[in-house]
Nanobody
Framework: QVQLVESGGGLVQAGGSLRLSCVAS????????VGWYRQAPGKQRVLVAE???????NYADSVKGRLSISRDNAKNTVYLPMSNLKPEDTAPYYC?????????????????WGQGTQVTVSS
């Protein structure tokens, strides 16, 4: 089984910083592209940042210059440092990853979600 666990969320004042982490565990062979999403109350879940297996990154316009996604393949971990946070950044943040893993008799690939970590920014 494969599992994603996010951490690092919390309550900060506007202008503050947080660093989110997403750790994958299980019989993992490799982690392909990984994305961080957020879902504000009453709104759809949206992509805020993503990173490919080769390290290429992409950001939503609303977070460019304030978030910086990175990965440590040896630790099966993806990070999302967040700076100059704004009240509109408040949401649960979810990690999503495409993972190749050992199945019973062969390799398999699947996309997984973590349980989310709450980010709350006060004004």
């Amino acid at each position: 089984q494969v599992q994603l666990v996010e951490s690092g969320g919390g309550l900060v004042q506007a202008g503050g910083s947080l660093r989110l982490s997403c750790v994958a565990s299980g019989d993992i062979i490799s982690i392909n592209d990984v994305g961080w999403y957020r879902q504000a109350p009453g709104k759809q879940r949206v992509l805020v940042a993503e990173i490919t297996s080769g390290g290429r990154t992409n950001y939503a316009d609303s977070v460019k210059g304030r978030l910086s996604i990175s990965r440590d393949n040896a630790k099966n971990t993806v990070y999302l440092p967040m700076s100059n946070l704004k009240p509109e950044d408040t949401a649960p943040y979810y990690c999503n990853a495409l993972i190749t893993y050992y199945a019973a008799t062969t390799d398999a690939k699947g996309r997984y979600w973590g349980q989310g970590t709450q980010v709350t920014v006060s004004s």
